[in-house]
T-cell receptor, first 116, second 114 residues
Framework: GAVVSQHPSRVICKSGTSVKIECRSL??????MFWYRQFPKQSLMLMAT?????????EQGVEKDKFLINHASLTLSTLTVTSAHPEDSSFYIC????FGGGNEQFFGPGTRLTVL | AQSVTQPDIHITVSEGASLELRCNYSYGATPYLFWYVQSPGQGLQLLLKYFSGDTLVQGIKGFEAEFKRSQSSFNLRKPSVHWSDAAEYFCAVGGTGGGNKLTFGTGTQLKVEL
């Protein structure tokens, strides 16, 4: 149980285009989902926390208009990178917390974004 | 603010040897502590977690960790390393506040020599 999926696993896009990444909890309901960014050989940096049905809470330094997060249902959150540029190239990982409570986050497999 | 320090960026051990990865944390209350493993290009897999109770925690793949409040540490150990254990290991701290946000350490890259 507690499986989180991400789609796509890899995406390559041209500079200036927008890219949407989906994060789904497959076998549980997630009231809270988290989006992280990981640069090569570095740690995970939390970008934002999203709660179902409400606006996401962004970490300091993360551009809200650049990284649009939508958590429309208890099993789906999306991250849209708008007007992507090469510096947005990174590994994006989502995680989800079970609706039933608890403090464990279940992580997706990640999405590798490359902006040309 | 919560923080995690993993002092060892790289560690190399021989297969069959014992392993200890260090983790020190800073947190204002009783922390929730986690160890995750990440293979190249993959997401994170939870090895073990500490919420409360017994300070020696058993995890998957033969890993264990010990919570030492007096030292603010949560070191990960394995008695005999296998070549398949080569990966990046992350320690993380979280709590009930702040929406259960996790703060990760910078990671330790484990290399296993055959």
């Amino acid at each position: 149980g507690a499986v989180v999926s991400q789609h796509p696993s890899r995406v390559i896009c041209k500079s200036g285009t927008s890219v949407k990444i989906e994060c789904r909890s497959l076998d549980f309901q997630a009231t809270t989902m988290f989006w992280y960014r990981q640069f090569p050989k570095q740690s995970l940096m939390l970008m934002a926390t999203s709660n179902e049905g409400s606006k996401a809470t962004y970490e300091q330094g993360v551009e809200k208009d650049k990284f649009l997060i939508n958590h429309a249902s208890l099993t789906l959150s999306t991250l849209t990178v708008t007007s992507a540029h090469p510096e947005d190239s990174s590994f994006y990982i989502c995680s989800a917390r079970d609706f039933g409570g608890g403090n464990e986050q279940f992580f997706g497999p990640g999405t590798r974004l490359t902006v040309l | 603010a919560q923080s995690v320090t993993q002092p060892d960026i790289h560690i190399t051990v021989s297969e069959g040897a014992s392993l200890e990865l260090r983790c020190n944390y800073s947190y204002g209350a009783t922390p929730y502590l986690f160890w995750y493993v990440q293979s190249p290009g993959q997401g994170l897999q939870l090895l073990l977690k500490y919420f409360s109770g017994d300070t020696l925690v058993q995890g998957i793949k033969g890993f264990e960790a010990e919570f030492k409040r007096s030292q603010s540490s949560f070191n990960l150990r394995k008695p005999s390393v296998h070549w398949s254990d080569a990966a990046e290991y992350f320690c993380a701290v979280g709590g009930t506040g702040g929406g259960n946000k996790l703060t990760f350490g910078t990671g330790t890259q484990l290399k296993v020599e055959l």
